[in-house]
């Protein structure tokens, strides 16, 4: 598993699958929350899009997660896949909190009647996707690709500790946003017909976090190890066959 | 000679190379301190002069101000060493990196943070801070100028060799509990509440910061010599 040819091998058998699942389940989703579900008898059709907001905040936050997870198996085995994985993941990461900020916004205009609000969770969403950018911005600046990926490892791992500590800080400001719509404790708090579609629709954005991640964990992995015999023979084929 | 191996005597060693060389260049302690009482003074030109407004605004004003002019002059700390080739030697002499770290840190501290103290001190003139506030001041810009101290050596360790505003952008939104803290202890010492507890609270992050940090700044210089 932790080798790239492996790897490559079996993403490029999965991809074609995961592509389709993913834009199924997502469609599935998106046209019953939207299309079907009931409308809210505070909020009306407005809270509709809570079905990309809460997803793509969801991503954001475990992404970063999934980051330092893999960033410290890249500083404690050096394992290269893991590196290649912070790389991929990172943009991925940051576009997603950055759904997550707009879509908010626009969710924001018509209820809050503001654009932005210093509010504990927006503020706290903000940083992170300053912290996306600061990893991104690190290992790009380096050159070379290994240190690259160790230095990224290490900011996402420190990060990760502060990020605690972070949301702990910004909390103390009064919160005015409404308390997270999903807990594993306790039972929804909205009707089944709201919580099934956004339920769908996180897996669905989790699946197509995978489908992109493994797409462009494969191009990272090409042009990584391109002066390697397997590289050149898969290249050989393609050209040929 | 005989307590070369003992880690104190490299801690002093590097601590007085360093304190040496920052004092035979004035513009290593002399131009943060300025840094700070301009950008303090850049507030009253851009938001008006009226006492009660300047002073409700100041803790943030000061605390914004000890930010950037500590996390301006990291790039130093490592970047001459490892350009004029003193940081190799240092990692070839097997003396663990802790205690560089642990030095080199500290001696950024005194050098920049400490005049930030006094700085502060005449920035409360400035921003008409009342004077019964000045020490909840200085003990909050104690405490987070070391950890600001920390925090940018990790950064400045982990950009080695690049510019300035790379580091910054990583370490600024690392150190907003730092600000968010230090600046609630002025404010609720304004307003006549406790403010120990959000002391306490920044004093146990810079008891997790000095051995996390210089854990994280060694690690993030040994990756810079594969």
Redesign the interface.
């Known amino acids: 598993m932790g080798s790239p040819p492996f790897f490559f091998e079996w993403a490029s058998r999965l991809l074609p699958w995961l592509f389709p699942i993913s834009f199924l389940i997502l469609m599935i989703g998106l046209v019953w929350g939207i299309g079907f579900a009931p409308s809210d008898y505070k909020q009306g059709d407005v809270y509709r899009i809570i079905f990309v907001h809460v997803p793509s905040a969801i991503l954001g936050q475990s992404i970063y997660l999934m980051m330092a997870i893999f960033g410290s198996i890249c500083l404690i085995w050096r394992a290269k896949l893991a590196g290649m994985f912070l790389r991929s993941a990172a943009p991925l990461g940051a576009s997603f909190t950055l759904i997550a900020l707009i879509s908010g916004a626009v969710w924001g205009k018509p209820t809050w009647g503001t654009w932005w609000v210093w509010d504990a969770r927006l503020t706290s969403t903000l940083i992170l996707f300053f912290l996306y950018v600061g990893i991104i911005g690190l290992y790009s600046s380096i050159d070379n690709k290994q240190r690259g990926d160790r230095a990224a490892s290490l900011i996402s791992v420190v990060g990760v500790i502060i990020v605690p500590i972070i949301k702990k800080s910004v909390d103390w400001w009064q919160t005015l946003h409404q308390p997270s719509t999903f807990s594993l404790t306790s039972s929804p708090s909205m009707t089944a017909d709201m919580y099934l579609p956004l339920l769908i629709c996180v897996i669905g954005f989790y699946f197509i976090f995978v489908s992109l991640l493994c797409n462009s964990l494969r191009a990272e992995i090409l042009t990584r190890e391109r002066n390697t015999g397997w590289v050149r023979k898969y290249l050989n084929n393609k050209a040929s066959g | 000679m005989n307590n070369r191996n003992t880690l104190f005597f490299w801690f002093k060693l590097i601590l007085k190379r360093d304190l040496a060389l920052s004092f035979k260049k004035i513009a290593t302690f002399l131009i943060p301190l300025v840094f700070f009482l301009i950008v303090i003074s850049l507030f009253p030109l851009a938001l008006g002069t009226e006492n009660s407004f300047l002073s409700s605004l100041s803790p943030g004003v000061i605390w914004v101000a000890a930010l950037l002019a500590s996390l301006l002059a990291v790039e130093s700390i490592f970047n001459e060493d490892f350009r004029d080739g003193t940081l190799d030697h240092f990692l070839l002499s097997g003396e663990p990196i802790f205690i560089l770290v642990f030095a080199k840190v500290f001696a950024h501290w005194l050098v920049t943070g400490a005049p930030l103290l006094l700085a502060s001190i005449i920035s409360t003139f400035f921003l008409f801070l009342p004077g019964g506030l000045v020490l909840p001041l200085l003990v909050s810009l104690l405490i987070g100028t070391l950890l600001l101290s920390l925090l940018g050596a ?1 950064g400045s360790a ?2 080695i060799g ?1 510019t300035a505003i ?1 580091s910054a ?2 370490v ?3 150190s ?2 730092i600000l ?2 230090g600046v ?1 202890i002025i404010t609720s010492a304004i307003n006549n509440q406790d403010y120990l507890s959000y002391l306490y609270f920044l004093g146990a ?1 810079l008891a997790v910061g000095i051995p ?2 210089c854990l ?1 700044t060694v ?2 210089i040994s ?2 010599y ?1």
């Open positions: 990790f982990l950009t690049k790379l952008v990583i600024l939104p690392l907003i509990p968010i803290l609630a992050m996390g940090l994280a690690e993030a990756i810079n594969d």
